[in-house]
């Protein structure tokens, strides 16, 4: 389901949805998801793009325990994931690009044990990694691009 330039997110029934498995929302006005959005259990990869007026994450999104690709890309007033991020049991890839009121990465995510792939680009306020990054023991692939504030990694 490809959703573009949408002043609201729309409602749809839930049996419409229930095997939904790809959602991508891009130039949408809206400044949060709504905490149904949790109920797209089949959801295998959820992108996020250019909803600039963005501001909040849901921890609802930590109900999709299929979703194993997650992009936000473009959403600039996105100020912070949702610590509970750490709990999504399937995540292999996270990419995060051009998010620039994100001032870092939560702790938690060090729990996504099946994170293989970790991209984060253009990201002006990243100044470090949390230093559980180092759990993430399947990662297979960490690109780090235009992080201008990135003074350090974490040691181990």
Not at 64 to 69: D, E, G, R
Not at 76 to 102: E, K, V
Request: proline share 6%; charged share 15%.
């Amino acid at each position: 389901l490809l959703l573009v330039r949408c002043g609201v997110l729309p409602k749809f029934p839930l049996n419409l949805v229930s095997e939904l498995w790809q959602l991508t929302i891009s130039g949408c006005s809206f400044s949060s998801l709504p905490d149904s959005i949790g109920q797209l259990t089949a959801l295998t990869q959820l992108e996020v793009k250019q909803c600039q007026n963005l501001s909040r994450f849901p921890d609802a999104v930590t109900q999709l325990t299929n979703l194993q690709y997650l992009q936000l890309m473009g959403c600039s007033s996105l100020g912070s994931l949702p610590d509970s991020i750490g709990t999504l049991p399937r995540l292999q890839h996270l990419s995060i690009t051009s998010c620039s009121s994100l001032s870092g990465l939560p702790d938690s995510i060090g729990k996504l044990t099946t994170l293989t792939k970790l991209e984060l680009r253009n990201w002006e306020k990243l100044s470090s990694l949390p230093d559980t990054v180092s759990q993430l023991t399947n990662l297979q692939y960490l690109q780090l691009t235009d992080c201008s504030s990135l003074s350090s990694l974490p040691d181990s």
